[in-house]
């Protein structure tokens, strides 16, 4: 199985800050990345797919980048609704495999 | 918009079968290239994909629970289905149903369920 590995595991961060999430494959998974977002007692939400594709209806705020094992998730500008656990995922290899997830916290 | 609801029972007894279903409205499940899909949190952990399956019947499982694990389609009803057998205490989580998408969104779970939450408890 590939091993998808975030860091850090929890960030504080205020208002307005950038807030920058790494996630490190165990092997290659070329750009087949997606990143999510999840709040308590909701489902998750995609966010980035194709490791730096936005999906639709997701504020421009959010970005992704990286290919190979490194990837990056950024929040240009952290609003108070992202405060949440953030989740990478690589669709490259079976099974299909997530991080541990980065909570996201108010400082 | 499409949406997906999870149904089942939300207590199991250990040992027994867990059965979930996935009704899924606003398109047809045998539309579009998209994998029929579960993914399970167990309390406090991350996610963990589970399996999924075209409307065909094609199944794709994951490993650690291919054992125990069956997963079907019924085009009829526009629903998806699992089962798993011989569960523990370890297969107490919250199980969502979910599509895969392998053309806009390429890799990725796009459309989840709100999830229903499953303890396995005598």
């Known amino acids: 199985d590939i091993q998808m590995t975030q860091s850090p595991s929890s960030v504080s961060a205020s208002l307005g800050d950038r807030v920058t999430i790494t996630c490190r494959a165990s092997q290659g998974v070329g750009s087949s990345l997606a990143w999510y977002q999840k709040k308590p007692g909701k489902a998750p939400n995609l966010l980035i797919y194709?490791?730096?594709s936005l999906q639709s209806g997701v504020p421009s705020r959010f970005s992704g980048s990286g290919s190979g094992t490194d990837f990056t998730l950024t929040i240009s500008s952290l609003q108070p609704e992202d405060f949440a656990t953030y989740y990478c995922q690589q669709a490259n290899s079976f099974p299909r495999t997530f991080g541990q997830g980065t909570n996201v916290e108010i400082k | 918009q499409v949406q997906l609801q999870e149904s089942g029972p939300g207590l199991v007894k250990p040992s027994q079968t867990l059965s979930l279903t996935c009704t899924v409205s606003g398109d047809s499940i045998i539309s579009g290239v998209y994998y029929w899909s579960w993914v399970r949190q167990h309390p406090g952990k991350g996610l963990e994909w589970i399996g999924y399956?075209?409307?065909?019947?094609?199944?794709y499982y994951n490993p650690s629970l291919r054992s125990r694990l069956t997963m079907s389609v019924d085009t009829s009803k526009n629903q998806f289905s699992l089962r798993l057998t011989s569960v523990t205490a370890a297969d107490t989580a919250v199980y969502y149903c979910?599509?895969?998408?392998?053309?806009?969104?390429?890799?990725?779970?796009?459309?989840w369920g709100q999830g229903t939450r499953v303890t396995v408890s005598s």
């Open positions: 399956l075209f409307h065909s019947g094609s199944t």
């Open positions: 194709a490791a730096s």
């Open positions: 979910a599509r895969y998408d392998t053309g806009g969104s390429v890799g990725a779970f796009d459309i």
